[in-house]
């Protein structure tokens, strides 16, 4: 029996996720169920994808994730379970929330769920709670081997699962950019899309100066040089750095402060980043 791990925008002020958890162990009693996040930002479909490749990895083969951030419910979009490459499972509606995985660890087979067979019972005349009448009850059946993946639906092309709009990092003679992704919610670190490997190609090291550039929509909001630190420890409280963070990708923070609420940053393809070398400045 696997896991089983849930995620979603329901956040915890009423019995949304209670519910899925009823549905679960409704399947079987033994079932392992875990919470992934219920914080994602209502109807951020962005956010909820860039929180499953931030996890998946690190759950066993054979795990199977929910994800319902739904803004959609009720309406055509499909409902889709995907196996990925590396053996996981996904159970979500198909409006963007598989991006990152299909992207950055593949999808392997997709199918879309048979409402007919694994919908929860007396749920039928019910459009507005897709998340436990459909999801969490295909899930938990997938988790816990009452059904096989195949039965979960008939097979779709993988390539008609649907991704939303990315802006891919680039390198620029003596620079790189990127978008600014996602925030570390907690403590207000920019997480950019700009990889370790791309970015020491510009020959920078750790201690390195660099120059560090925000915009949104070609205003620039912010440019200062800071360092390139292997850890926050490496700089005082106050200062600001570059790091990398743990999916490998560049980060920008402020020792025990929150970049995004000191500067009022956000996220998504409107916002960009550029780094490079800091420019040596010679005083006369």
């Known amino acids: 029996m696997a896991a089983l791990v849930l995620q979603s925008d329901f956040g915890h002020g009423d019995g949304a996720v209670s519910a899925m958890y009823g549905v679960a162990q409704g399947v079987s009693e033994d079932l392992r169920v875990y919470d992934l996040t219920h914080e994602i930002p209502q109807y951020d479909i962005w956010e909820a994808s860039y929180r ?39 159970i979500t509606p198909d409006n963007g ?14 199918r879309i769920i048979d409402e007919t067979t694994n919908r929860l019972a007396g749920s039928g005349e019910s459009y507005t ?24 639906g008939p097979q779709v092309d993988v390539d008609s699962v649907i991704q939303l709009p990315v802006v891919e990092p680039v ?8 978008t600014i992704d996602v925030l570390d919610v907690r403590f207000g670190s920019l997480w950019t899309n700009i990889s370790r490997e791309l970015f020491l190609g510009l020959g920078l090291t750790h201690g390195s100066r660099v120059e560090v550039t925000i915009s949104k929509d070609s205003r620039i909001l912010y440019k200062n040089i800071m360092t390139y630190a292997k850890s926050f420890a490496d700089v005082n409280v106050g200062e600001p750095l ?6 490998d ?15 009022n940053i956000g996220t998504g393809n409107a916002w960009r980043i550029q780094l490079r070398k800091a420019p040596r400045i010679i005083y006369e």
């Open 52 to 90: 499953l490749i931030q996890t998946v990895g690190y759950w066993p083969k054979g795990t199977v994730f929910v994800s319902v951030v739904d803004p959609g419910v009720g309406s055509t979009r499909r409902s889709i379970g995907v196996k990925t490459r590396d053996g996981h499972y996904i």
């Open 97 to 110: 929330t598989l991006t990152h995985i299909k992207r950055m660890v593949g999808i392997q087979e997709a």
């Open 129 to 152: 709670f897709h998340g436990r009448d459909i999801y969490a009850y295909t899930g938990a059946r997938l988790a816990s081997g009452v059904i096989t993946f195949e039965q979960v």
């Open 171 to 178: 390198r620029e003679k003596d620079s790189v950019s990127g």
């Open 242 to 247: 570059l790091y990398v963070n743990s999916l």
């Open 249 to 263: 990708c560049l980060a920008v923070a402020i020792n025990q402060g929150s970049f995004s609420k000191a500067y």
